[in-house]
């Protein structure tokens, strides 16, 4: 499972034990828009992003963590209880993420992030697959 996925995952799990523990607590439960806002500061930090790179990638979680939990709640109002429909959701807005701030980082930016999402390992294999990816972001944002 990949650290996006994870990290979404948390985020909507936060976003759901939040609910019930504010009726406990009478505590406003997070909303996507504030964690956003928390996983931007994070960025910011771990991935010294510059300002307008910053303003970017607010931008960009914001709208996908509106839009994923909008999708989220549609869908629990429905009535729908299958978990392997949520992840798909999920992973989905995952994606979307990742191919936004491709074009947002630069390439070690975009190093750091697939190694804190664990997509590069010590193993052979992945490293190829991290260079090839490299190469082809190295290749498109050539004149950024």
């Known amino acids: 499972m990949n650290k996006t996925f994870f990290t979404f995952s948390i985020i909507i799990s936060l976003l759901i034990s939040n609910i019930s523990i504010s009726a406990q607590d009478q505590e406003k439960p997070k909303t996507p828009e504030e964690a956003a806002i928390e996983q931007t500061t994070k960025f910011r930090e771990n991935y010294c992003l510059l300002s307008y790179q910053t303003f970017l990638v607010d931008s960009i979680l914001r709208h996908d963590f509106v839009a994923l939990h909008d999708e989220m709640t549609k869908m629990q109002k429905s009535g729908m209880v299958e978990m392997d429909t949520y992840k798909v959701v999920q992973k989905k807005w995952a994606?979307?993420?990742?191919?936004?701030?491709?074009?947002?980082f630069n390439s070690d930016q975009w190093y750091s992030y697939l190694r804190s999402k664990g997509?590069?390992?010590?193993?052979?294999s992945r490293d190829k697959k991290i260079k090839k990816e490299r190469k082809i972001w190295m290749k498109e944002h050539k004149d950024d």
Do not use: F, G, I, T
């Open 95 to 104: 994606n979307q993420v990742d191919s936004a701030l491709v074009k947002v």
């Open 119 to 124: 997509k590069v390992k010590r193993d052979k």
